[in-house]
């Protein structure tokens, strides 16, 4: 079964660092997003991104972030300057369409800043 | 009101047991929902998908119940691989979701 892919699957950066965490999408599916999960609290969303361009984002979304698809299949989440409190889990997901569609998540990124 | 809510938990049961989960949304106009499981620091992964007025995939039943705006999830014959902790989610463009119901199947 196609699965969504993450790597790395656990990043230990120095706070004021830039990351960057990689995903690459299930082949097929046109919708692409990034969700963060801090520990003991929910999934949050961060960003949508379809047609080379971002379609939503959320209040954490912010100008630390940023989005890309560089090639045909990677999609990547950048945060420029990490904080402490950008610690979290981060999963990618990617859907066929929007709305009632499913998404298919990989198996995240833990990101540890310290 | 929160968009999604849902049961606290944890649940504890026995192997064997019947266990319903609810959730309820405050948006009338959302048309469908899921129900994912979470393991331990996992990701997420897709249970079920209700788009009407509910369905059943083997030991798990879905229902969505427009007029009261709740979705459930009923687990029969539960097993110690349900264990994990279940998410009631309520899809636009991007997926919102509820706070998790973690479930415990002891033997």
């Known amino acids: 079964e196609p699965e969504v892919t993450q790597t790395p699957s656990h990043q230990v950066t120095q706070m004021g660092q830039e990351v960057i965490l990689r995903c690459v999408p299930i082949?097929?599916?046109?919708?692409f997003y990034w969700y963060r999960q801090i520990l003991g609290q929910k999934v949050e969303f961060l960003v949508s991104?379809?047609?080379?361009?971002?379609?939503?984002k959320s209040e954490i979304f912010d100008d630390q972030f940023s989005v890309e698809r560089p090639d045909g299949s990677n999609f990547t989440l950048k945060i420029r300057s990490t904080k402490l409190e950008d610690s979290a889990m981060y999963f990618c997901?990617?859907?066929?369409?929007?709305?009632?569609?499913?998404?298919?998540f990989g198996d995240g990124t833990r990101l540890s800043i310290l | 009101r929160k968009e999604v809510e849902q049961d606290p938990g944890p649940f504890n049961v026995p192997e064997g047991a019947t266990v319903a989960f609810n959730c309820t949304y405050s948006?009338?106009?959302?048309?469908?929902f899921f129900w994912y499981r979470q393991d331990c620091r996992k990701e997420p992964k897709l249970l079920m998908s209700?788009?009407?007025s509910g369905n059943e995939d083997g030991r798990f039943t879905a229902q969505l119940n427009r007029a009261s705006q709740y979705i459930s999830l009923l687990i029969r014959d539960s097993k110690l691989s349900d264990s994990a902790t279940y998410l009631c989610?309520?899809?636009?463009?991007?997926?919102?979701f509820g706070q998790g119901t973690e479930l415990s199947v002891k033997p």
């Open positions: 082949s097929n599916h046109l919708y």
């Open positions: 989610v309520s899809p636009r463009r991007r997926l919102i």
């Open positions: 209700v788009y009407s």
């Open positions: 991104f379809y047609n080379n361009e971002i379609s939503e």
């Open positions: 948006n009338s106009a959302s048309q469908s």
């Open positions: 997901a990617s859907s066929e369409g929007t709305s009632n569609q499913p998404q298919h």
